[in-house]
């Protein structure tokens, strides 16, 4: 009798332990959305911002260049702060000061304190990045990709919300619309704050004290470990550099082209909506399957749509847009978890490296893509983006061709 009591109990037990796990990741996924959802609506009002400051579209791409960099490179430093302070902290106070810097974005008076107030937000959202990752992975212990994949899906919603709301608030509020980012950040930073209160284990507490209390040495990473490390940072390039110059004008090339100021927001939109899916997909499909071969079929559908999305008529956009949204959503988690299962003591650093570094790109394509677009005109500057995720397919096989070579014993089941 006490077998078959115990079986029900342990069972009673366990699901409880992954109720509170569900829940910490659901809140982390809302954070990620509110955070996101504050500030991913800059491309919508790029045509504006042209217009009312006097801006060419060299400057905006520069100005995305360096917010992106900012963000990308202030993300490693950030981690490292995440690992010894609060994270639960650092999450909240991020979404309201992001919030805060991209609600000032459509009243502000110049476009230096344009760049002030963005490149500030950037900075806000390489505070979050790695903090609520730190949260989220915490008690991400079975299916990793998949709850990963469940935190970025937060994210990917919120780049979708963003660009729709803003579409639909500029006809009856101009860029003053803006302004009403803040309640939501405020609002969605309480219910994170009061949540990780109430969620956050006090065994996680714990352990975190007792790594920032830990004198031991930390052992090096192997060079081969180093270099499929950057194997992986540069095939998360190839996809950056694409969505950076996509997600900034594709808005003002649709405008451009077939002369209709809705439909460019409306297809970031899509794009992020269906990268919701990709993303849960992707990571989904890399808990069960060799990783790099799911990353090379989600490249190679990136650079295909990529090609198809600028050479369709305008009855054949949503579609393409959708196949690239969700190509790119896959792209997301597997990176990160092919860098978790390199580097397993160091989450925080596979994290950064991914979300990071291989960041850096995006504002790169949006800044070349500026430069092409004054030139040649928006046409020019879309066409050949299909190349750099043509090139990450490639970079990802030379990865799992020298993981089979050096027998890394953490990928011989990826390999």
Sequence with gaps: MATVLKLPVDSLRSWGRDRKSHGM????????????????????????LVLNLGVDYARIGALTFVALSVTAGAQPCFGWLAD????????????????????????MPTFAWLSIVVVAASLGSAAFHPAAAAVALSVAVRNPGTMFSVFSLGGTLGVAVSPLLINYLLPAWGLPAT?????????????????????????????????????????????????????LVLSTMTRSWVLGAVSTYVPAWVLDKFDNSMLGGELLALSALMGAVGNFVGGYTADRFSGWKVLAVALAGVALASWAVVRVPVWALLP???????????????????????????TGLAAALIMGLGWVPSGIGAGLAGWTAD????????????????AGVGIIMLFAWLARVWDVPVLRTEA
């Excluded at 030139?375 to 043509?390: K, N, S, V």
Aim: proline share 9%; net charge positive; with cysteine.
């Design 375 to 390: 030139r040649f005109g928006l046409q020019a500057a879309l066409e050949p983006l299909a190349l750099y995720p043509l």
């Design 25 to 48: 990741i659901g809140l982390m996924s809302y954070s990620h959305l509110a955070l996101e959802g504050c500030h991913h609506f800059l491309p919508v009002i790029v045509p504006l």
């Design 320 to 346: 393409c847009v959708g196949v690239f949204g969700f190509a790119l959503g896959a792209t997301l988690p597997v990176p990160v978890l092919l860098a978790r299962r390199l580097i397993p003591t160091r």
């Design 84 to 107: 010894r302070w609060q994270p639960e902290l650092i999450v909240p106070l991020s979404v309201v000061w992001v919030g805060l810097c991209m609600a000032l974005s459509g009243v």
């Design 179 to 231: 302004l009403l980012y803040l309640p939501v950040a405020l609002v969605s930073a309480a219910m994170v704050f009061l949540g990780l209160k109430v969620l956050v284990p006090e065994a996680v507490r714990a352990r975190r004290v007792s790594k920032r209390n830990s004198t031991g040495t930390v052992e090096p990473i192997p060079r081969t470990v180093v270099v499929l490390l950057g194997l």
